[in-house]
């Protein structure tokens, strides 16, 4: 059970404000052969690049495949991405792309090739997304682990390159227009092909589109590209390197086992095929509201650009704090300006459901109540982000979590219907909003019923709002962390004789617990 108290946030928000001093943040212009791969905290690169998002269509299908959300779904969903996470690892690494992340079933890769001319640039992007999608229609394996249905998204411009501060994957994390624009093509519908916006089309000398969501680039305008960028590599290649590694390198097959809660203590980077995790839990997304709009406003010189650092960094690891310090969850990745983590209470076997819901419920109430903190402490300090807001979206389920693709490069997974669930539920979220997911809400206490209501979506949830709002509804969580907190304030009445008994004693609160 984990509380939140503005003190203790306060004390944090400052402390990172205090280790990243403008003075102390770089803002470099990005050129030839710079390494992004092990960028410090405190610098960022302008990177004037391509970005490229490929979405899997079918995953959905596929943890759909069974009507129990059950193991064999599960072990079915896993191994279908990490066919495809080996075959698109290949491929980034053959065009010299650079590799950002793998996010379920989404990747997003960046072209810096060749330097100064963006139309070869974006034909490369081009002409790598057909090579996706041809390669990943040849990898499937049976019915069971089908082939992917791709539909890729991509933009051109500066973004701003920072670290994303993960250990053992300390890839580059880009912010801004190109890469917000991509991922919103890759996912702006359900037909397959190669989306660009009106900005990479006009790079490479396409009219614009009316609908840059409903205007894939047909086969004419691929193949030019394919002409142009003249990949030195094919799609026969890449799946005989891909059936190779296969046979060398089988996959396995999937072992479970629940991790004793709290998640805080979960070791992801120890996890694999063989050492999976699988259990209910909660499953949460925050989401920096308008954080794009801010990096486009204030990238364009170098002391706007520090300010972006700050803010990003401020108050994603305050999110990340909450999250882990005060509610004892997990983070399982940031997705630039977003954080997806996992939340669970009970014990390895059996999960408590209402009590998780609870702790999720006040753990998403603590953010937006630590994100204004931070706000303010950020205006106090110079940096005025005050235009963003926060939306959040939890749901509540099985989980999976573990490690894919390729041996000495696997990347973080954590997929399941309420994980997918919990994003939708966030993207239904203005800056102001808490959403909570149809499963979460039919299995939740009275109290935090009462607090959503019939739309599964409140305004302005914060911690105070929340914890008073179940306790008055008899949540067994929040009436149990306001008793606590009411012992513990009565505490120290009580031992007023201590110092007495012990002379020596530092002067200050016997109960310094209490007064945190």
């Not at 066919?83 to 990747?107: C, P, T």
């Not at 229609?137 to 992917?148: F, K, L, Q």
């Not at 302005?460 to 012992?487: C, F, H, Q, S």
Request: charged residues 25%; glycine residues 10%.
């Amino acid at each position: 059970m984990g509380t939140w108290n503005s003190g203790r946030a306060t004390k944090r928000i400052d402390a990172k404000i205090d280790s990243l001093p403008l003075k102390d943040i770089e803002i470099k212009e990005y050129v030839r052969e710079t390494d992004l791969s092990g960028l410090s905290g405190n610098t960022a690169y302008r990177v004037d690049g391509v970005h490229l998002y490929a979405d899997i269509l079918n995953l959905k299908d596929i943890l759909n495949v069974t009507t129990v959300e059950g193991e064999t779904c599960h072990k079915r969903t896993l191994r279908f991405l990490n066919m495809h996470y080996r075959a698109a690892h290949r491929i980034i690494g053959a065009v010299e792309s650079i590799f950002v992340d793998f996010h379920n079933q989404r990747l997003h890769t960046v072209f810096t090739k060749p330097y100064d001319d963006e139309a070869k640039r974006v034909r490369r992007a081009v002409a790598t997304a057909q090579l996706i999608i041809d390669v990943l229609a040849r990898t499937g394996e049976d019915a069971d682990h089908p082939a992917a249905k791709v539909r890729v998204g991509i933009d051109t411009g500066k973004a701003l390159a920072v670290n994303n501060g993960r250990r053992g994957h300390r890839e580059p994390l880009f912010l801004g227009r190109p890469a917000n624009h991509a991922a919103k093509r890759a996912g702006g519908g359900s037909a397959q092909g190669i989306f660009l916006t009106n900005e990479a089309r006009k790079a490479i000398g396409l009219a614009e589109a009316q609908d840059v969501d409903k205007t894939p680039l047909n086969a004419e305008e691929i193949a030019k590209s394919q002409q142009a960028a003249r990949l030195d590599v094919t799609v026969d290649g890449i799946v005989k390197d891909w059936t190779e590694d296969l046979k060398n390198n089988p996959i396995g097959d999937f072992v479970f086992s629940g991790h004793t809660p709290p998640f805080s203590t979960l070791d992801i980077e120890t996890l694999s095929v063989k050492n999976s995790r699988r259990q209910d839990a909660a499953s949460i997304y925050g989401d920096l509201d308008g954080f794009t709009v801010y990096v486009g406003a204030n990238m364009g010189t170098d002391a706007g650009a520090k300010h972006v650092v700050r803010a990003l960094h401020v108050l994603r690891s305050e999110l990340d704090a909450v999250l882990h310090e005060d509610f004892q969850g997990r983070k399982i990745r940031f997705i630039g300006d977003c954080i997806h983590g996992v939340l669970a209470e009970g014990t390895a076997q059996t999960t408590d459901a209402v009590e998780t819901i609870s702790s999720m419920t006040l753990c998403a109430a603590a953010m937006r109540s630590s994100f204004k903190i931070a706000l303010k402490r950020l205006k106090d300090m110079g940096t005025d982000a005050s235009s963003l807001g926060l939306q959040i979206g939890f749901e509540y389920g099985p989980i999976t979590v573990t490690r894919l693709g390729m041996k000495g490069g696997l990347v973080r997974c954590a997929v399941s219907r309420g994980i997918l669930n919990s994003e939708q539920e966030q993207g239904r979220c203005k800056g102001n909003q808490t959403a909570i997911g149809a499963s979460a809400y039919s299995k939740s206490s009275h109290g935090v019923h009462a607090l959503f209501g019939e739309m599964r979506i409140r305004g302005d949830l914060d911690y105070e709002t929340a914890l008073n709002g179940m306790a008055g509804k008899n949540d067994t969580v929040a009436r149990a962390i306001k008793t606590a907190a009411g012992a513990s304030l009565l505490k120290p009445a009580s031992s007023a004789a201590a110092p007495l008994s012990f002379p020596d004693r530092p002067a200050g609160p016997t109960k310094p617990g209490g007064f945190a």
